[in-house]
């Protein structure tokens, strides 16, 4: 570990704009930080992951990091990085969204502890929902000119009508003013020093620390800014993207196992930047981890270090195992007697979105031939004949196992009492399903 918080993130390729005094600042003494999060979701996807690990890296150096849930802020919608404005969610929704936000974070980190660096867990919405529009405009809107807001990249690209945007209302304006008002009070009640976020925020975050300036007349008000870069892929596609959608830190959104998937089919060149941001190995290990994929590219050792430290980080050992046991599975030799194995709920993440079909136990114990499993009772194929021809041409599988026409299916061939995998060549799997 570096003696310099600011030095280990730099090296993890984590900083992408840094106020001055800002270093400074953080090798002087402890100092209390913030990172918001807005409760757009119920949850939190990979993106999140970057800000969650900034915090545990701050508190790892002995730095007071507070997390802050925008209960109110999400009732606006920040504009940053956004061509059009945000639907406003009702406050039902916002509530809901806010305690899974706060149980998401309280994974990372320790809301409990008596450590003088204690992590703490904030809702803007505690000291924003007493405040009157009209104590809000003399107090806060005094202090910064609309020249100043307007300058800001986030609302300069909105009224320009770049990216197909149809400009922005006076709500999503004031957005920057409230997320300053946020550092201004917690500078006041915690003595936060310091906002972190990605660099689409660096606009918000500067006006924070203006605001904390311009609000504190006659005193030596200081405060800090630095962001991080937002992460993309190598060949320039989204990163935190699957083809099902958002990759997020709860299992019963994301499956542990497509998790692991997500970290362990990364590119090369993406897994060899990721992991240094998204674990928290040391300089030595990753390089020499990096060295040995470089060997042996094709054993894939980088990717899969990386997926094994962040599924760990995200949900815990024994997931990784069984998420690695599965994905395993899937290539072993001896596959018919592994896959009984894994519990119903791994099986069938693994085989999510393969086409089923249900047949009765009545049918099944009658004797189930290999034409009714891919023809005549299932559809799997279009046709009895297709059925026998592709079974003539030898490339029909049980449990990855070839059969022939003569095959009969029995309990033997369940998979966790219920389950048949049924492979037609390489690409076409279909499941069975006796109910």
Same mark, same amino acid.
């Given at each position: ?39 757009? #979701? ?57 305690? /899974? ?95 972190? /976020? ?128 599965? #994905?395993?599975?899937?290539? #072993? ?51 009895? /004949? ?31 009492? #219920? ?17």
């Amino acid at each position: 570990m570096s003696k310099s918080l600011v030095e280990e993130l730099r090296w993890r390729g984590m900083v992408h704009d840094i106020m001055p005094g800002t270093e400074e600042q953080l090798d002087k003494e402890m100092t209390t930080a913030y990172i918001g999060f807005d409760p757009t #979701s119920d949850s939190l996807h990979i993106g999140s992951l970057v800000p969650i690990i900034l915090l545990v890296h701050l508190e790892r150096f002995g730095h007071k990091p507070i997390a802050l849930v925008g209960g109110a802020t999400g009732m606006i919608g920040d504009p940053s990085g956004k061509s059009d404005e945000r639907n406003l969610l009702d406050e039902a929704t916002l509530n809901h969204n806010v305690q /899974g936000i706060k149980n998401v974070l309280s994974r990372f980190l320790d809301f409990n502890s008596k450590a003088a660096n204690a992590p703490l867990l904030v809702n803007n919405y505690d000291w924003m929902k007493d405040f009157s529009f009209i104590d809000f405009a003399r107090d806060v809107g005094k202090r910064i000119t609309v020249n100043y807001m307007m300058a800001k990249d986030s609302v300069k690209k909105r009224f320009s009508g770049e990216e197909g945007s149809v400009g922005m209302s006076f709500t999503e304006f004031t957005y920057q003013l409230i997320q300053g008002y946020d550092f201004y009070h917690l500078y006041k009640t915690h003595n936060c020093l310091l906002q972190m /976020g990605g660099s689409d925020q660096w606009g918000n975050i500067t006006t924070g620390t203006e605001l904390v300036r311009r609000m504190n007349v006659g005193e030596e008000a200081k405060a800090y800014a630095m962001t991080c870069p937002l992460i993309t892929k190598a060949d320039g596609s989204k990163f935190g993207k699957s083809e099902g959608g958002n990759v997020w830190l709860d299992a019963d959104k994301t499956s542990v196992y497509k998790f692991y998937q997500f970290w362990v089919n990364t590119t090369d060149e993406d897994a060899e930047k990721y992991i240094k941001i998204f674990t928290f190995l040391d300089k030595e290990t990753i390089e020499n981890i990096v060295a040995s994929h470089k060997e042996a590219p094709h054993q894939r050792l980088l990717q899969k270090r990386l997926a094994e430290e962040v599924t760990t980080f995200v949900h815990s050992k024994e997931d990784f195992l069984t998420a690695e046991k599965a #994905s395993n599975i899937l290539f #072993s030799k001896t596959f018919k007697d592994d896959i009984k194995t894994l519990d119903e709920k791994t099986f069938l993440d693994v085989f999510e979105g393969v086409p089923q079909a249900e047949v009765s136990k009545a049918d099944f114990e009658g004797g189930f031939d290999m034409i009714a499993a891919l023809s005549a009772k299932t559809s799997f194929l279009n046709s009895n /004949g297709e059925a026998i021809r592709a079974l003539k041409e030898n490339s029909v599988s049980v449990n990855k196992e070839k059969v022939t026409k003569d095959y009969q299916l029995t309990d033997e061939d369940l998979i966790n009492g #219920s389950y048949i995998i049924i492979n037609k060549g390489k690409k076409n799997t279909y499941i069975i399903k006796v109910v």
